[in-house]
């Protein structure tokens, strides 16, 4: 299992005040994401356990793309990688905060 921890300052907190959310199954070609309000408003940290190894470059811009666009500031994410595509990472990491401003 390969292990990486990326943080990152954000312009704002996320909306809504809902304490966690899951999103995805980890099964075959997908992960799960779990998404908890638990860091200051202007920080993100994203934790992740994977079993393909290399592929550290591939999240990071993964992660600093969502972070751009969602702006998830106050969230601690932890995702779960059964083998998922740097897209499906997306949707699930989207749908993720969506739920989080509900």
């Not at 408003?41 to 592929?55: K, L, Q, R, S, W």
């Not at 601690?76 to 509900?102: C, F, H, Y």
């Amino acid at each position: 299992m390969e292990r990486l921890t990326f943080r990152h300052a954000t312009k704002a907190p996320l909306a809504g005040a809902k304490p966690l959310a899951i999103t995805g199954v980890v099964a075959s070609g997908n992960l799960e994401v779990l998404l908890e309000r638990t860091l200051p408003p202007d920080a993100c940290t994203v934790e992740i356990e994977t079993p393909i190894h290399g592929y550290g470059d591939v999240w990071e811009a993964v992660v600093a793309d969502f972070v751009a666009r969602a702006q998830p500031g106050g969230l601690r994410i932890t995702i779960n990688d059964g083998g998922a595509r740097p897209d499906t990472v997306s949707l699930r990491l989207l749908q993720g905060a969506r739920l989080m401003e509900a």
